[in-house]
């Protein structure tokens, strides 16, 4: 009889344990990229001074053909960081028609060695394909669990919405990464400049203490990005 009634009670909670699930990833889903467009596009005016949860429409009238192509991308970016790594942004700051899209692109080169620092963005996923060169490429999950895999021209690796991030050029020559992001502005936090170079800076007391080190470590680690300071 307990036996039955126990039986009982486990299958209504496991039925209300998958409602609650797909509620759950709708919900998520709903949230998961930029809010739907309300119109056929809305090119953005980036000169407005009007701030709302994005940019407002250029007036239809002076939208033009040029609106809708970019050729930011085009060429490699000087490289002039220690990083070793040029990057080109084709967010809705540079590429107007992408507004209320959800969606922007950017190109990475990396010289031999270069590699893109660790790295977040907070709203969006991203997809990237390798377009010469031989990437290692690893993101970090909540539970820390590191997955990476270095891959080569014409392959494509995810890297999930807000997860910390990192790509390493590990082949002989230069590396070109062609990224698309799910977000007309997917931001960017490189977390060495974030911890390490931010203005004002975190005292290093509370940096010693979140890695367990000597302040002075903590004091020598912020000296290397003196010259990186925003
Ligand atoms: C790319 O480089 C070529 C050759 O130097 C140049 O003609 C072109 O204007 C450049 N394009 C952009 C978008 O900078």
């Known amino acids: 009889m307990a036996a039955a009634k126990f039986s009982i009670n486990t299958t209504s909670s496991f ?79 540079n590429f107007p028609g992408l507004n209320t899209l959800g969606i922007s692109t950017s190109r990475v080169d990396l010289v031999p060695g270069g590699f893109i620092p660790l790295h977040v963005h907070p709203r969006a996923s991203e997809l990237i394909f390798i377009n010469k060169g031989e990437v290692l490429f690893g993101f970090i999950s909540t539970t820390n669990v590191l997955y990476s895999k270095v891959l080569k021209v014409g392959e494509q690796f995810i890297f999930p919405r807000g997860l910390v991030h990192f790509a390493a050029n590990v082949g002989p020559g230069k590396a070109v990464l062609i990224s698309a992001y799910n977000s007309q502005l997917p931001g960017i936090a490189l977390l060495p400049l974030n911890l390490f170079a931010s203005n004002p800076t975190i005292p290093n007391e509370i940096l010693a203490k979140n890695f367990q080190v000597d302040a002075n470590v903590i004091a020598i680690i912020k000296s290397k990005f003196g010259n990186l300071i925003n």
Do not use: R, W
């Open 15 to 93: 039925f209300l344990v998958l409602c609650l699930s797909v509620i759950l990833v709708f919900t998520l889903s709903c949230f998961s990229s930029d809010p739907d467009p309300l119109q056929d596009f809305c090119v953005a005016d980036l000169k407005s001074t009007t701030i709302v949860n994005g940019f407002p429409c250029k007036p239809v009238s002076q939208v033009t053909s040029n609106d809708f192509s970019y050729s930011g991308l085009m060429n490699e970016t000087t490289i002039v960081n220690p990083f070793g790594a040029g990057v080109s942004s084709g967010d809705v700051t």
